[in-house]
């Protein structure tokens, strides 16, 4: 069988401010917080992109490991998140390298504000995530329902694992998402993960 | 025939997919490619056939990613010669008459490099010339540099294609929907580099169908007097019955692409999902078409990682502050390493709106070359405007103009001999526009005829370098008014003439005009309008000069360059005077004992700036610091501390307070309580990891709180720390990780700190550690956040 990755840029998600604000360390919003929120809005108007890479594969789950089609893993934190799963989603998201660009002008000029865009850029990326899902969702043929995403370095995935996504996906090829040696990802607001799929009729039988 | 000769009167046809074609063939998830080349030579010589059998003129050797970080030494020679032997073979066994090439491929190494990926520029660049050098040792007709998606690893790989061999160079990149490259770069500004540094042909390939890659296309053929290339996808994938297939098909492909070489795109071919069918197509739409006739475009471009900057549209503005020439702090800066000062320095500027950059970092105690080289490469990490690389040193300017991520402006040449043969090499090799002066060995001309032989040399001597006139902006010299009263008219005489008649491009350092005299402003002010309706293209001056800025926004607005005076109106407002600003916006809140403690409390920059401005009238610095800013830091650090006041909050009211220090530094020398400063504090990001925000954060905290923090950035090993410690003799180390990964190279820090200091203390933090972790890997303290930080240092320190 053969893998079609496919690369899809989307519109940007709508802002959850709370989100950001929590992120960025504040319970309740004030007068000079508010003042820094706007001023990393601004900054990053038009200059966020948001794009994701991603393949369907077919799993299989035995007492071992789980095989992914394109690499094995004995993780069993994963396992257990793909239970009862048939086919799995492996994607990356990013939203570009501007926001690591802002982020370091900020850190040389005002660390308030690189802490505030930081914030900015965790929500961002989180939202892409979560309207990926829904994108995928909403195409599939099927009824299906997504579980929770799992990245490498969650529980007992080894983030080394990070390896075999990116050479399987192609990421910088694809969306210009690049590993160092020390598995940091650049652009740093980054995410790939692994999403089991349900098909809710399946589900149902096994239940 | 020669390739660039074939292809100055016909169509170049390229090939199309090979990776997509392999997989149909059973290369599986994960194989590399390239080892076909040895384990099945037959269908990668069957492929390169069915292209040239097709109509294709150029085949490319399947080596995309054929480079030193996938394969070793010998296997990668080995896969070279096998890949070029594919491709020989045929070309000798196609029945097509056309003319033959074989182009050694190259694609992007994978790695992002520096300062946003781990990849230094120059491994960059020795991994391509590797791979160069065995295209060229087996035989290849050209390199066809291509998929590149970032400006950086595109000139790193045209460098070492041009360093290592002679052959013809094609650079194609991958543009995004955008219209951009995945680190930002416009097609003009990948015009501006690749036609400065001597590329072939240049276009876009890959990501994209033709239809969507229509505007980046229009736009190279804009900018671009170099053929272009293009060499789409088949449109996008999808996924039937288990299988890939893209969404343009052969006839609509080539159709789409027929289209845009009548346009003038003459170097065709296809990328992912085409096949020999495709350029079979293409073959057959665009027979009898001869290819446009590459017209020499006249644009002076100049260009950062980003955009570019267009010479003779609007008055281009250079930002002459990051220069220490009369400037004591700046200097100080320079001599202590302080790059922050520097980066600062050009962060207003492009505030103010400015276009382009000065960098001049020349002081007779320092290293210029790796200076300037470091300035230019952590500017360009956080400021997209292009750079012009301003110094007298040959070696510091080559070292700058090689790293440089775009097309740089460079500052200067002029009409001697000895500056022509040092200068335009470099420009011819890197690519630049260059600055030429108007002086020779005897001076600066008293006349503007004399500047004007001057000129008239420069232009025919740089021809001679292969180097156009439109890469010469000429700078006829601004020359003291108050001890020449013909200064002005001479300089504005010769700069119309080289405008109008020698159709070249013109640069000014405004203000030496007014040296000498009073309210300098005034008078730079008024020449630089003069200059503007003479013919001046772009300025060397102070953007925080109101004059200047008000004489810049009236002058669009009068020459219709302003749409409804948008800009002026914008801008009118910030003609009034900062402080008129801040004393109409500060409201006396009782709850703070002064205006100082009040504007730090609230985050205040400007104002605290003002106010500490104001403050120093009528005390000391070190009262002010006393007084004011100890007492508003402890107030909000308290609230930090209880939780009352947010981490943004905290920060802000730091900035204020460092705004607040930098006006008393530039006065006064005496900071504060010696016990501090006299005992250092080194902090560093370890070892692989580059996050550096939250030790950034400890750094201002300590310094408000007036330690000396040497800060060395982040990813540094562990024998630099240890070296740095061991030099200031310092009293408290600051380590920071940010992942689980670097945390060994924490470890390892703290273990060469104990071993060679044992009564230097070691404070860590970072959000994988905690107090256990940071007890296990043998730190003194663990601090939760910065506050923590600072009471730590102080608590050692009493």
């Not at chain 2, 700058?400 to 043969?421: D, F, P, Q, T």
């Not at chain 2, 370098?465 to 008219?489: C, H, P, R, W």
């Amino acid at each position: 069988m053969e893998f079609t990755v496919y690369k899809k840029s989307f519109s940007p998600p709508s802002i959850n401010k709370q989100e950001v604000l929590r992120y960025a360390g504040c319970k309740e919003t004030r007068e000079e917080v508010e003042l820094l929120f706007n001023e990393a809005l601004k900054q990053t108007e038009g200059k966020l992109t948001y794009s994701v890479c991603f393949c369907k594969v077919p799993i299989k789950i035995n007492d071992e490991y789980v095989d992914l089609s394109f690499a094995k893993t004995h993780s069993l934190h994963l396992t257990k998140c793909l239970v009862g799963c048939g086919y799995a989603y492996i994607f990356a998201a990013t939203i570009g390298l501007n926001m690591d660009r802002l982020i370091a002008k900020a850190t040389k000029t005002s660390p308030a504000l690189a802490v505030m865009l930081q914030a900015l850029g965790a929500e961002r990326i989180e939202a892409l995530c979560n309207k990926f899902e829904e994108y995928i969702t909403k195409q599939s043929s099927v009824d299906i329902s997504l579980k929770p995403r799992f990245s490498p370095g969650y529980g007992d995935l080894p983030l080394s694992f990070q390896k075999e996504i990116f050479s399987f996906l192609g990421c910088y090829k694809q969306i210009g998402l690049s590993l160092n040696d020390s598995l940091i990802m650049s652009p740093s607001k980054s995410v790939t993960a692994i999403i089991g799929i349900l098909e809710k009729t399946i589900t149902k039988k096994q239940i | 025939m020669k390739i660039k000769e074939y292809l100055k009167n016909n169509i170049l046809y390229l090939d199309g997919g090979m990776g997509t074609i392999l997989q149909k063939r059973g290369l599986l998830p994960g194989e590399e490619p390239e080892r076909w080349n040895i384990t099945h030579p037959e269908i990668i010589a069957d492929i390169h056939k069915a292209y040239f059998d097709a109509g294709s003129n150029v085949v490319n050797t399947n080596t995309f990613g054929a480079n030193l970080l996938k394969f070793s030494k010998t296997e990668l020679e080995e896969i070279i010669k096998a890949a070029v032997n594919n491709a020989i073979t045929a070309k000798e066994t196609s029945t097509s008459k056309g003319e033959k090439f074989i182009a050694l491929d190259i694609g992007p190494s994978g790695k992002l490099l520096k300062p946003y990926g781990d990849f230094e520029f120059e491994k960059a660049v020795e991994l391509f010339a590797q791979t160069v050098k065995l295209g060229v040792k087996y035989g290849v007709d050209l390199i066809f540099i291509e998929t590149m998606n970032d400006s950086l690893e595109t000139k790193a790989a045209l460098l070492a294609a041009k360093e290592n061999s002679d052959l013809p160079v094609f650079v194609s990149n991958a543009y995004g929907e955008d219209g951009k490259l995945m680190t930002g770069a416009s097609p003009e500004a990948m015009v501006a580099l690749l036609e400065g540094m001597g590329a072939d042909a240049i276009g876009a390939n890959c990501s994209l169908g033709p239809k969507q890659l229509e505007n980046v296309i229009n736009k190279l053929l804009k900018y671009s007097s170099t053929p272009i290339i293009l060499k789409p996808n088949a449109g996008l994938p999808k996924s039937v019955n288990g299988e890939t297939v893209f969404d343009v098909d052969a006839e609509e492909f080539s159709i789409l692409v027929a289209e845009l070489t009548k346009k003038g795109v003459s170097v065709i071919g296809g990328c992912c999902g085409t096949t020999p069918d495709y350029i079979k197509a293409l073959k057959n739409k665009t027979s009898g078409l001869s290819p446009l006739p590459i017209t020499s475009k006249n644009f002076t471009l100049v260009s950062s990682y980003t955009n570019a900057v267009v010479f003779g549209q609007e008055p281009v503005l250079i930002g002459e502050r990051i220069n220490p020439t009369g400037k004591k702090r700046f200097k100080q800066a320079l001599i202590e390493n302080d790059i922050d000062y520097v980066l600062n320095e050009g962060v207003r500027q492009q505030e103010k709106g400015v276009h382009i950059l000065d960098v001049n970092v020349g002081l007779p105690d320092i290293d210029e070359a790796s200076m300037l080289k470091k300035t230019v490469f952590e500017l360009q990490a956080i400021i997209d405007l292009p750079l012009q690389i301003d110094t007298s040193n040959h070696c510091a300017m080559e070292a700058a103009l090689r790293i440089y991520n775009g097309k740089a402006l460079i500052n200067s040449v002029n009409g001697k001999e000895e500056s022509m043969r040092t200068i335009f090499p470099l420009v011819k090799k890197y690519g630049g526009v260059v600055v030429a002066l108007t002086l020779d060995d005897n001076g600066i001309p008293d006349s503007a005829e004399g500047r004007i032989v001057i000129a008239e040399k420069i232009l025919k001597t740089a021809e001679e370098y292969g180097i156009s006139k439109k890469d010469i902006i000429f700078d006829t010299l601004a020359m003291t008014v108050s001890a020449e009263q013909t200064a002005a008219n001479t300089t504005l005489k010769a700069l119309k003439y080289i405008k109008e008649v020698l159709g070249c491009h013109t640069s000014l350092g405004v203000s030496n005009i007014s040296f000498g005299l009073p309210n300098r402003d005034a008078i730079n002010g008024v020449f630089f309008a003069l200059a503007l309706e003479n013919g001046l293209s772009a300025a060397i001056m102070n953007p925080y000069s109101a004059d200047m800025m008000k004489t810049y926004y009236a002058f669009r607005a009068l020459k219709g360059l302003d749409k409804n005076c948008e800009n002026y109106i914008e801008q009118a407002e910030n003609f009034v005077t900062t402080s008129q600003n801040i004393s109409a916006n500060s409201k006396n809140d009782k709850n703070f004992k002064s205006n100082l403690i009040q504007a730090i409390a609230k985050g205040l920059k400007e104002q605290a700036a003002e106010i500490t401005k104001d403050l120093l009238t009528k005390k000391k610095g070190l009262d002010i610091i006393n007084d004011d800013i100890i007492p508003a830091l402890n107030i909000v650090g308290k609230g930090f501390e209880e939780k009352t006041v947010y981490l943004p909050q905290l920060l802000m009211s730091a900035e204020s307070a460092k705004y607040a220090f930098e006006v008393i530094k530039q006065t006064s020398t005496v900071m504060t309580d010696t016990s501090r400063t006299n005992r250092p504090i080194v902090i560093a990001t370890v070892e692989g990891d580059i996050h550096d925000i939250g030790k950034n954060i400890v750094k201002l905290l300590l310094e408000n709180y007036g330690f000396a923090v040497t800060d060395l950035g982040k990813d540094i090993p562990p024998e630099k720390v240890l070296e740095t410690a061991t030099k200031l003799n310092a009293t408290l180390v600051g380590l920071s990780a940010l992942m689980t990964t670097t945390v060994p190279a924490m470890e390892k820090t703290i273990s060469l700190i104990r071993e060679n200091l044992p009564n230097c203390k070691v404070i860590v933090g970072g959000a994988v550690l905690n107090k256990e972790y940071a007890e296990k890997i043998g730190a003194d303290k663990y601090a939760k956040d910065a506050m923590e930080a600072v009471r730590y240092a102080e608590e050692i320190m009493l």
